[in-house]
């Protein structure tokens, strides 16, 4: 199974902050990389798809880059409705595999 | 309106057996593969099973954790999607979620629609 090992796993941040969200895969998965935002009693809601394209709707603070296994959530200018849980997911092999999940809170 | 309606869940002893339900609507099922993810409250998804379109086959696949126990099944006729659940565990309690995958025959979509709508979830609760 691949391991996507995310970090932090928790983070507080002020409004206007620019926050950056790592996931480190434990073997290459090419563009198989998405980016999920998780709020209380709600779904995940995808954000980024294939390492860097933005979801439909979905402002333009948030941008996803990487390559390889390496790969980073940017959010530029924390609004806050951004106060959430956030989680990778790739879809390189079976098993799928989530990232542990990155709490940002407001600080 | 894209959506995934989830139903089925309940309170279950260890053991037993419980089949979920999933009806899509706002979009053309059949072209889409399908998966199934979960949730433990406060801890974070795992994805637990996938079907593919009739182009791939309606070939499956399941996580490691359910295999043997979990069966997913699609009728594109109703627009829904199945997940029959055996041999329930204590660990399998979690809310379920009915996901939509790639659109197109080995996703030649390009991902765009790849777990890009959810459901709002069904609750599983398995204890005795």
């Known amino acids: 199974d691949i391991q996507m090992t995310q970090s932090p796993s928790a983070m507080s941040a002020s409004v206007g902050d620019r926050v950056t969200i790592t996931c480190r895969a434990s073997q290459v998965i090419r563009n198989h990389l998405a980016w999920f935002q998780q709020k209380p009693g709600e779904a995940p809601k995808r954000l980024i798809y294939?390492?860097?394209s933005l979801q439909t709707g979905v402002p333009s603070r948030f941008s996803g880059s990487g390559s390889g296994t390496e790969f980073t959530l940017t959010i530029n200018s924390l609004q806050p409705e951004d106060f959430a849980t956030y989680y990778c997911l790739q879809h390189s092999s079976y098993p799928l595999t989530f990232g542990g999940g990155t709490k940002v809170e407001i600080k | 309106e894209v959506q995934m309606v989830e139903s089925g869940g309940g309170l279950v002893q260890p053991g037993g057996s419980l089949r979920l339900s999933c009806a899509g609507s706002g979009f053309t099922f059949s072209d889409h593969y399908m998966d199934w993810v979960r949730q433990v409250p406060g801890k974070g998804p795992e994805w637990v099973s996938r079907?593919?379109?009739?182009?791939?086959?309606?070939?499956?696949e399941y996580a490691p954790s359910v295999k043997g126990r979990f069966t997913i099944s699609r009728d594109d006729s109703k627009d829904s999607l199945y997940l029959q659940m055996n041999s329930l565990k204590i660990e399998d309690t979690a809310v379920y979620y009915c996901v939509r995958g790639c659109g197109s025959t080995s996703c030649s979509d390009g991902y765009s629609s790849y777990m890009d709508v959810w459901g709002k979830g069904t609750t599983v609760t398995v204890s005795s």
């Open positions: 294939t390492i860097s």
């Open positions: 079907i593919r379109n009739k182009g791939d086959g309606y070939n499956t």
